[in-house]
DNA sequence: AAGCTAGGCGTACGATGTACACCTGTCAAG
DNA sequence: CTTGACAGGTGTACATCGTACGCCTAGCTT
């Protein structure tokens, strides 16, 4: 068996090449444009074509988002904070690329890259910043909602497909004059945040930075290698 | 025109029961059962019918969203910290009860319960907590992040109807024995959180605690009505 | 040379959202 | 009381989706 061949001198298809295709078709069209058929036309081939290497939609999507979890990086040779601000950003720009990914990354059955990320995240909170067993799952759910919820916000705000979002906020806008009047909050909102160059950017670092401060406060940190805070050894406040 | 009527004496639809049936619908049966057809038939109507009321599937669900905005509360006579964290877990709750909302409470067009509640939430941090304008959308972007971020967690792990997450806890396991060997810091996790009582509230009010924490660090506090910490001027350290 | 098999093809089915035309009971206007 | 408009329920129909099932063939193994 070799690639070149079948009908027509034409490539074979593998579960990588259509794994890739499927990702970015969704990467192109959004998560609603990848389709069996769609996919299949892709791939000069026909819609059955594709269960040959792959089960069903539902494991084709399992195998996207491990391709996507294979391009997040976990650093291993730096320290524990550098670490985990390098992953972080690393998955926000992995969902920027692939925002049908969004609020997918840990649904289905995990492939092995989702395994070895998670694997590698773990050990950086327990072997490097010595967190204490329970405090480093803690960490771990702190960064994860954050950095999964911000990309969620990231791509409903600034779009999904980049068409989207302008229409949205237009439709908000336009809705006066019964609009934001009763809303002044809401209504400053809109008149003064384009004028402070807001960026996600921007916005996602003040965040990821509050909570690896607030990581750094708690116990069990190695004297030396921790980040700006002092260490107080306090659970964050009971109320 | 009244309520009872038409063929039969059976009772006459409008937006609001068609609305709330679909959530019902929703909460039961997980997103993937809210389909047009069964809502008619759970309302004893057919299809068509439902289009009468609401203009497609995208406005019935933008509807229904609005529905959970509308359950979550945001408490104006306490302190800011009190009320944030009392919204936060507000939504988390609402969130439970509806799972499918999850990652679709900022897409579509917003209705006046979400208008409502944004308003709300940023009155709060602009008057009662007296943040700069650029500091209340930090915090508000963070707080949200964080709160959808979990709520999609939860979901996920937790299981989105409360079948899936024992059946894809135990596909991963049973990978066996090729399966966690290779990953000793995920093994850990495996065996050791199920003897440590965790809970997702538990888990939840750390993440919380920990950033109320770092925005009452935040400058322009008022001197009385903070929460526990320290107030130092400083924004989250560089890095 | 024989035949096994991987992998591509064709057809078909049920489910879904929804366009369009129709039909009917209710109520306001005369 | 009659009439006509109209709000709201009905029926049919279509495109699109995932995918079950069976066939067909090229190329490798024996």
Not at 27 to 38: I, V
Not at 110 to 123: K, Q, S, T
Not at 184 to 207: H, I, N, R, S
Request: proline residues 6%.
């Amino acid at each position: 068996m070799q690639d070149t061949a079948a009908a027509g001198g034409r490539e074979r298809l593998n579960r990588a090449k259509v794994l890739r295709a499927a990702v970015e078709l969704a990467d192109g069209g959004g998560f609603e444009a990848l389709t069996m058929r769609r996919l299949a036309d892709r791939l000069g081939v026909v819609p059955m074509a594709l269960y040959k290497h792959v089960a069903d939609k539902r494991e084709l999507l399992d195998g996207m988002v491990d391709l996507v979890f294979a391009e997040v990086e976990v650093p291993a040779d730096v320290d524990w904070r550098t670490a985990m601000h390098h992953r972080a950003t690393s998955m926000r720009q992995a969902l920027l690329r692939h925002p049908w990914a969004v609020g997918r990354m840990e649904t289905g059955t995990p492939g092995p890259a989702n395994l070895h990320h998670h694997n590698a995240v773990m050990r950086c909170l327990r072997r490097d910043a010595r967190f204490p067993f329970r405090m480093a799952v803690h960490a771990y759910n702190l960064m994860d909602a954050y950095v999964y919820g911000f990309a969620l916000q990231e791509k409903t705000l600034a779009g999904d497909i980049p068409a989207e979002a302008a229409r949205r906020q237009k439709a908000v806008v336009d809705r006066q004059p019964s609009g934001l009047e009763d809303y002044p909050y809401l209504a400053e909102v809109v008149t003064e945040l384009p004028k402070t160059g807001f960026t996600f950017a921007d916005e996602f670092e003040f965040g990821l930075d509050l909570i690896l401060d607030g990581l750094s406060r708690m116990p069990q940190q190695p004297s030396g290698t921790t980040g700006s805070g002092s260490n107080s050894p306090l659970r964050p406040s009971a109320r």
